[in-house]
């Protein structure tokens, strides 16, 4: 099967321009999300969708970041106007259900490759 | 609060020994998941192994063998027999299963950089 796909891999804008970062998950993984890496720091969670809904934002830095999940499928992670310490990789992840009450390794995260995105 | 703490910002292996990763973690809740992530240099995150807090044993998976300790409230990796693909960048992270049921959210640490010589 097809991995978590990122586009694009890497993007270099100026300082106060808009980039939108495109993430399409493992066919049928109902849960995706968005995680942040600035160099030398921790990978840091976004945000995670069920479906076309957000489950949990409570990692987005800031109103300047706008995630979407139209019908389910792939997302979008827009950042407008982007800063200068919006620069790090992004990474989306995708899983299968959850089993609520359980951790079981049926749905670990399947990350993509990541885009590097350098503000200038 | 939850986190994850990798001490190693880099390691040094020579092909064929056994390296230990080390990880820590602080969490309250008593149930609770970790994971091993590599990322070689292509940037991809590779899932390697996975420990749940109440599983009695300690998770293996090929090479891959993850030292649980409850008590000490650490989950390092064990890399038996390495070798130099393994080099790559290796992530320790923690899923907590929070009020009303598992969630997927992970807190990862730092990374440990592994360098594995011919």
């Known amino acids: 099967e097809a991995g978590v796909t990122q586009f694009p891999s890497h993007s270099v804008i100026e300082k106060g321009q808009t980039v939108t970062l495109r993430c399409d998950p493992i066919s049928g993984h109902d849960n995706l999300y968005w995680y942040r890496r600035v160099m030398g720091k921790e990978i840091k969670f976004l945000l995670h969708f069920v479906k076309e809904s957000k489950q949990d934002e409570s990692g987005m830095p800031n109103n300047r970041f706008l995630a979407e999940r139209t019908g389910g499928t792939y997302s979008t992670l827009k950042v407008q106007p982007a800063e200068l310490e919006d620069s790090g990789v992004y990474f989306c992840?995708?899983?299968?259900?959850?089993?609520?009450?359980?951790?079981?390794?049926?749905?670990?995260?399947?990350f993509g490759n990541g885009t590097r995105l350098t503000v200038t | 609060a939850q986190k994850i703490t990798q001490t190693q910002p880099g390691m040094f292996v020579q092909e064929k020994e056994a390296v230990t990763l080390d990880c820590t973690y602080d969490t309250s809740d008593p149930s609770y998941g970790l994971f091993w992530y590599k990322q070689p240099s292509s940037g991809e995150m590779i899932f390697l192994i996975y420990q749940g807090s109440y599983d009695q044993q300690n998770a293996t998976e090929g090479r891959y063998s993850l030292n649980f300790q409850k008590a000490r409230k650490s989950a390092n990796l064990v890399i038996s027999a390495s070798q130099l693909g393994d080099s790559a960048m290796y992530f320790c992270?923690?899923?907590?299963?929070?009020?009303?049921?598992?969630?997927?959210?992970?807190?990862f640490g730092t990374g440990t950089l592994l360098a594995v010589q011919p």
């Open positions: 992840a995708s899983s299968q259900a959850t089993d609520r009450g359980r951790i079981g390794t049926n749905s670990p995260l399947h």
């Open positions: 992270a923690m899923r907590e299963v929070g009020y009303g049921g598992a969630t997927n959210k992970l807190i």
